[in-house]
């Protein structure tokens, strides 16, 4: 079973940045890409970005390419999701999972597990 803890979120005003972190619990963290999502009061979850097992490959929404950059440190399993220029309607719930593949996918079948969430609200 693999342990999922988000943390970084936090009440700003739009126009800043934060930086959301996720670590995981598994010895196998560099073999599996690993994503985030997010979802909206009153709306369902959303694919936000992906990187690969290897780091090199990242996949974006349309929303949030040239403001989001995922990373990740295998050292330290640990992946991240540095927000730039936030808006208002990034303001959700933020997810982070792990993949089933190494390569990035955005469809949330192809993610097993699942960390709780952390609350990012922007305010205007």
């Known amino acids: 079973q693999v342990q999922l803890v988000e943390s970084g979120g936090g009440l700003v005003q739009a126009g800043v940045s934060l930086r959301l972190s996720c670590a995981a619990s598994?010895?196998?963290?560099?073999?599996?890409?690993m994503g985030w999502f997010r979802q909206a009061p009153g709306k369902e979850r959303e694919f936000v970005a992906a990187?690969?097992?290897?780091?090199?490959?990242?996949r974006y929404v349309g929303s949030v390419k040239g403001r989001f950059t995922i990373s990740r440190d295998n050292a330290k399993n640990t992946v991240y999701l540095q927000m730039n220029s936030l808006k208002p309607e990034d303001t959700a719930i933020y997810y982070c999972?792990?993949?089933?593949?190494?390569?990035?996918?955005?469809?949330?079948?192809?993610?097993?597990?699942w960390g709780q969430g952390t609350q990012v609200t922007v305010s205007s």
């Open positions: 999972a792990v993949s089933s593949y190494r390569t990035t996918y955005s469809t949330q079948s192809a993610y097993n597990y």
């Open positions: 598994t010895r196998t963290f560099s073999d599996y890409a």
């Open positions: 990187i690969s097992a290897s780091g090199v490959s990242t």
